[in-house]
């Protein structure tokens, strides 16, 4: 069974960038009708998809976040990335990884999640 | 944007039955799916497709649609079934994901 893994800093600085990384094990990267995705949850709010990207490297991200979002995936180290530019507080949140079957669309693994503070 | 809107909580006793709603604000309404999240896990796919079940989930977990609701149905609730549940749907394109603000269960 696949397992999802998040990794980076739990503190950012405003106006930086926040940086977080999924490793993927248990399964590949390149498995065709996957897409690997990226989803936060701000404290006491719901669920908001953020972006997800295909092996191939195309990629779909929320309209409201587009111009500030980057997701790349490293199909070598079987892991993929987020990269979310000029942060606020307003970012500050868990951030989950998951595993979308494209063709049902839903995601069917999970991170843990990795709780993202955005602060001087 | 495609909206999905879920009461805040729902408060049941154990082994009564517990329903968790999730309406579409627009047309067509697309496949719902639901997840089950605990504090500190990953959440948990527990209905696809509007009322199809994965394996390894309980049958008294169950799910409805009707027009522009759908509907996750608890039979005979359990005290480890506390937790909080998100509906997911798409856009009409497919493309875009959106989720219901969440429903925290309480078990009484």
């Known amino acids: 069974q696949v397992q999802l893994q998040e990794s980076g800093p739990g503190l950012v600085k405003p106006s930086q960038t926040l940086s977080l990384t999924c490793i993927v094990s248990?399964?590949?990267?390149?498995?065709?009708?996957?897409?690997w995705s990226w989803i936060r949850q701000h404290p006491g709010k719901g669920l908001e998809w953020i972006g997800y990207?295909?092996?191939?490297?195309?990629?779909y991200y929320h309209p409201s976040l587009q111009s500030r979002v980057g997701i790349s995936v490293d199909t070598s180290n079987n892991r993929f990335s987020l990269n979310l530019r000029s942060v606020t507080a307003a970012d500050t949140a868990v951030y989950y990884c998951a595993r979308l079957f494209w063709s049902d669309h839903y995601f069917d693994s999970w991170g843990q999640g990795s709780l993202v503070t955005v602060s001087s | 944007s495609y909206e999905l809107t879920q009461p805040p909580s729902v408060s049941v006793s154990p082994g009564q039955t517990a329903r968790i709603t999730c309406s579409a604000d627009a047309l067509p309404k697309q496949y719902a799916y639901w997840y089950q999240r605990k504090p500190g896990q990953a959440p948990v796919l527990m209905i696809y497709k509007d009322t199809k079940r994965p394996s390894g989930i309980p049958e008294r977990f169950s799910g409805s649609s009707s027009g522009t609701t759908v509907t996750l149905t608890i039979s005979g609730v359990q005290a480890e079934d506390e937790a909080e549940y998100f509906c997911q749907s798409a856009d009409i394109t497919g493309t875009y994901v959106t989720f219901g603000g969440g429903t925290k269960l309480t078990v009484l």
């Open positions: 990207i295909y092996h191939s490297g195309a990629t």
């Open positions: 248990g399964g590949s990267i390149i498995s065709d009708g996957y897409y």
